[in-house]
């Protein structure tokens, strides 16, 4: 494997701030007392990061590094990158624990556990209270991350990169907060996340492993307005936003959304974000590739045959399918021959 430009983050990436938008950020509590005790040597570290970045452009023709964010979902601490605690977890990251071995793992760059409020901070870098978003949206909100909120994205796009977004989005479903009107230039993603992606359909209902939905798509009997159905067969489950138009894709009127769409869905998505990888590389401009796994979220039953793991839990051999997903991507990175000038963050 070729030596990349990686940096892997195990739960938060603070992103980058333009100089038209530069505020003092505000710290909690904690971060002054390790400043206190670190400040000398992040300040070392940092001029070492300056000086390897301005090499690579330098070397790449002052093009500025191409960036490929994945964040999986709903990974806890010590899931990927270590292969001490995935022993103990039972499961495997071959791929993702290379990345760690040749970049940087920041253990203490973390957020709240929970969808939305991790993905408001990796794209905002502010804590998720200051933006409202402080809980997972499970269900049709109505809320989202607010226009005059400023993404990483938005940044990168005005400072000449191409970016594209694919996979879970999880920052609301009002037009606003849509990864499009938050600094994509492209996306595909469900407008809803997958508390009704995986688990409201027929199959988690007879999995006997998980409360899903009647098997006639109704509203049961736990339901106060029988009016009112959360059930994917009833949703907008994914759009495609090409050149600034809006189209719907998965689920043809009358389709009944199923265990299977939803794996689908999350193979779909990878293969998209390779395509997105073969597409920007061709660009002149740099791009930033935002690529969000659904899984290993998967609430119901595994359907893995070729990815069994020591504890054969749901969780495990998602992970261990996504970590193979995972090596696609820095696979296809080194065939580009991108590989010098791009970072991957994990």
């Not at 226009?147 to 994205?153: I, N, R, S, W």
């Not at 390779?274 to 899984?295: I, S």
């Amino acid at each position: 494997m070729k030596q990349y430009s990686i940096v892997l983050f195990v739960l938060f990436f603070s992103c980058l701030a333009a100089p038209g938008w530069a505020e003092d950020i505000i710290h909690d509590a904690e971060y002054y007392i390790i400043e206190a005790q670190n400040g000398e040597r992040w300040a070392a570290d940092d001029k070492q990061i300056d000086a390897r970045l301005a090499e690579l452009q330098k070397a790449n023709g002052g093009k500025p590094p191409n960036i490929v964010y994945i964040l999986l979902d709903d990974v806890g601490f010590g899931e990927i990158g270590m292969p001490d605690l995935e022993v103990i977890r039972g499961y495997a990251t071959p791929n993702i624990d290379a990345l760690a071995r040749e970049g940087l793992s920041l253990q203490r760059m973390y957020t709240e556990p929970s969808c939305t409020p991790t993905r408001v901070a990796m794209m905002t870098g502010r804590h998720p209270i200051r933006t409202g978003l402080i809980d997972a949206k499970a269900t049709p909100a109505g809320e989202g991350l607010a226009a005059e909120e400023v993404t990483v994205a938005e940044v990168l796009r005005d400072s000449g990169y191409n970016t594209s977004h694919v996979g879970k989005w999880h920052l609301g479903d009002i037009n606003e907060s849509w990864a499009h009107n938050q600094g994509f230039m492209h996306a595909e993603y469900p407008i809803h996340q997958q508390g009704q992606l995986a688990i409201m359909h027929i199959d988690a209902e007879t999995s006997d492993i998980i409360r899903g939905v009647d098997p006639d798509g109704a509203a049961n009997t736990f339901t106060l307005d029988h009016f009112f159905v959360v059930n994917p067969s009833h949703m907008v489950t994914g759009v495609e936003i090409r050149d600034g138009e809006v189209y719907e894709v998965d689920l043809k009127p009358g389709e009944k959304w199923t265990q299977k769409k939803y794996r689908e869905m999350n193979e779909r998505y990878q293969r998209s974000a390779l395509d997105q990888l073969q597409k920007l590389a061709k660009e002149d401009e740099p791009f930033y590739l935002n690529y969000w796994p659904l899984f290993p979220l998967n609430f119901i039953r595994s359907d893995i045959k070729e990815f069994k793991t020591l504890n054969g839990g749901t969780m495990a051999e998602t992970i261990a399918e996504v970590d193979g997903w995972v090596g696609n991507i820095v696979a296809e990175v080194d065939k580009l021959g991108i590989a010098d000038n791009t970072i991957i963050i994990v």
